[in-house]
């Protein structure tokens, strides 16, 4: 589905012209909106807008790397929506051709950021102050705002896990999960980070022509910086709980070893003298003695409280 929106000289709105009427006709600006696109509905950004092959090319392939080219009448930009659905991150395309004159936005799935601006843009009482750098940077805003939750969200269950009493599989599976999640968001907020950095250092774009537009995307650029640094900090607390949950299970497990240590220290004696003892042999003088058994168990029960007070002096039980 295409759908447009243009400015008139007069600072109007009109939405009723079509695409190849939009080109020819006299507006101070237009914005046309790709969502979802046919086939045949693609083939405009080449016939109708002759936007540069490559720029069509990556626009159509899509999974492409945040980034931005510039061409001689306009600038391609690559962005990515992002959304969490049961700890998993899923990256929307949402990519933008922008010029003096006019925006061009192509998404293959629905973009709630879009439709807010679209609604916001034939909402306003006056557009004289609009640009295409306006809308751009309206939208851009949400995206990079709607990253803000997720990591809100992945701070929540770090400070579960902290507390947590699962079994350690559980637990670890948990964070793994949580990793990937923040690897997943590294490898889009980096990229949109350098971004934002390169138009704010760009000779080609002119970003104060309206007003404090430049301060606007600086915003914008601070809050990936913000951005970055959470998830950093979130990976970092996520190796430190996982080392101290193997920690812990490096303590427990040596204790459990302590204590199979000890009780076959004591019962090796133990066996030694039953083995002794249980040998089929006829001539074993201790085994013709009245209290041979007892004495025995007597001799056991010596060595075995022995083996326990050395192991306490020595502290095993600590």
């Not at 049961?86 to 061009?104: A, H, N, P, Q, R």
Request: charged share 25%; net charge negative; with cysteine.
């Amino acid at each position: 589905m295409i759908n447009f929106i243009g400015i008139t000289k007069d600072n109007r709105l009109d939405k009723n012209t079509s695409i190849d009427n939009a080109v020819l006709s006299d507006y101070k600006w237009f914005w046309v909106d790709f969502s979802e696109p046919t086939e045949e509905e693609i083939k405009h950004l080449t016939d109708t807008f002759h936007f540069h092959p490559l720029a069509v090319e990556d626009c159509v392939q899509e999974f492409q790397r945040p980034k931005l080219d510039y061409y001689k009448n306009y600038t391609y930009y690559v962005t990515h929506i992002v959304r969490e659905e049961d700890k998993t991150i899923i990256k929307d395309e949402l990519d933008f051709f922008v010029g003096e004159s006019c925006i061009v936005t192509f998404h293959k799935v629905p973009s709630l950021e879009v439709s807010k601006v679209w609604n916001h843009l034939l909402s306003m009482e006056s557009v004289a102050d609009c640009d295409t750098y306006y809308v751009f940077y309206e939208i851009l805003d949400k995206i990079v705002d709607n990253y803000f939750p997720i990591i809100y969200k992945i701070e929540d269950e770090l400070e579960k896990m902290i507390e947590n009493t699962k079994s350690m599989n559980h637990l670890m599976n948990e964070l793994f999960e949580t990793r990937n999640m923040l690897l997943n968001l590294l490898h889009t907020i980096n990229p949109m980070r350098d971004l934002l950095y390169r138009m704010l250092n760009s000779h080609h774009l002119n970003l104060n022509r309206v007003g404090e537009r430049r301060e606007y995307f600086s915003d914008i650029y601070d809050h990936l910086l913000k951005l970055s640094e959470m998830v950093m900090t979130n990976r970092e607390v996520t190796s430190d709980i996982r080392d101290s949950y193997l920690s812990l299970n490096s303590h427990q497990t040596n204790n459990v070893m302590k204590l199979l240590t000890i009780i076959t220290s004591i019962f090796a004696p133990l066996t030694f003298i039953a083995g002794i003892y249980g040998m089929n042999f006829e001539n074993i003088p201790e085994l013709e003695w009245k209290y041979g058994y007892f004495l025995s168990l007597t001799l056991m029960f010596i060595i075995g409280v022995a083996m326990l007070l050395y192991f306490r002096r020595q502290g095993w039980f600590k």
